[in-house]
Nanobody, 129 residues
Framework: QVHVRESGGGLVQSGGSLRLSCTLS????????MAWLRQAAGKEREFVAA????????YYADSVKDRFTISRDNTENAVYLQMNNLKSEDTAVYYC??????????????????????WGQGTQVTVSE
């Protein structure tokens, strides 16, 4: 059985930082494309960042580029999201997701939420003014 678990959410002031962690178990992590997505209250879930398994490619939503950094540690079966200079509009539930079977060669593949095979339960990030 595959499990995806997020941690690291919390309450932070505007301009602050948080680091989210996600671990995957039950399937080969090194073959997984990993991503972070988020859903704010009353809004649709949106793509945030992704890291492929094959070539070290990373992709970011325009709204977080230059503030967020995604990284992965295959020895820990983990992917991380370092979030700096947080803004109130970053408040959301952040989900980690895994996708198998595709070599990503374009951001559009990572943004396609229908591709993801496994999802975590989410972790709340709240940014106060």
């Amino acid at each position: 059985q595959v499990h995806v678990r997020e941690s690291g959410g919390g309450l932070v002031q505007s301009g602050g930082s948080l680091r989210l962690s996600c671990t995957l178990s039950g399937r080969m992590f090194t073959n997984a494309n990993m991503a972070w997505l988020r859903q704010a209250a009353g809004k649709e879930r949106e793509f945030v960042a992704a890291h492929d398994f094959a070539g070290g490619r990373t992709y970011y939503a325009d709204s977080v580029k230059d503030r967020f950094t995604i990284s992965r540690d295959n020895t820990e079966n983990a992917v991380y999201l370092q979030m700096n200079n947080l803004k109130s509009e970053d408040t959301a539930v952040y989900y980690c997701a895994a996708e198998y079977g595709t070599v990503w060669y374009a951001k559009s593949l990572a943004e396609d939420q229908s591709r993801y095979d496994y999802w975590g339960q989410g972790t709340q990030v709240t940014v106060s003014e």
